[in-house]
């Protein structure tokens, strides 16, 4: 499986996101996208940066920027962390961890001396022609929305030579 590397072009997949869409990466192309990946629906930190994206949508809009939330988590699961939260953006459900997989987001990790593989908070820009711009990655729930919003000022610079 081809992976996710900063200044290429993403590899396509397609996958079922709320509010019975499909999400396929190379249909975004044309706008800014902002994928964040989190470990767990509707648990402390997740919940918190959701909170924090969602807070945050008309400073995404007035960038012409998609946000998407990815998780493990079911489609249903989705669906209600969505609706409790108001989330104006959609969650893709990634079971089979193939966005995981492309963004190399599995890690392994330790509850209560316990060892096991989960999802590493990550969050990734791509440009308006899929390709990878920047990539965040162990990330801290505090102030990561704001961090994310200037990092694609910054792209998004006329002078840049990202254009």
């Given amino acids: ?20 869409k499909t999400f396929r990466l190379h249909d ?11 470990p767990k629906d509707d648990t402390p930190g997740c919940t918190l940066e959701g909170q924090d994206f969602r807070d945050r949508a008309d400073e995404f809009k007035k960038l012409k920027t998609a946000v998407y939330g990815i998780s493990r988590d079911s489609l249903a699961s989705h669906e209600k962390f969505k609706a409790k939260f108001k989330f104006p953006f959609e969650l893709i459900s ?16 330790s509850l209560y001396g316990k060892k096991y593989l989960g999802v590493d908070r990550s969050t990734f820009i791509l440009d308006k022609d899929g390709v990878l711009r920047r990539e965040f990655r162990g ?14 000022r910054k792209l998004q610079k006329p002078a840049s030579k990202h254009q």
């Avoid at 499986?1 to 900063?6: E, G, L, T």
């Avoid at 990634?94 to 990790?109: A, M, S």
């Avoid at 990561?144 to 694609?152: F, L, R, Y």
């Fill in 28 to 38: 975004l192309k044309g706008k800014y996208t902002v994928l964040y990946f989190y």
């Fill in 139 to 152: 990330v801290k729930v505090k102030g990561h929305a704001d961090e994310v919003i200037e990092e694609i």
């Fill in 94 to 109: 990634d079971e089979d961890e193939v966005l995981c997989q492309i963004f190399d987001v599995i890690r392994e990790k």
């Fill in 1 to 20: 499986m081809k992976k996710a590397v900063v200044g290429k072009i993403v590899p396509d997949t397609k996958l079922q996101a709320t509010a019975d």
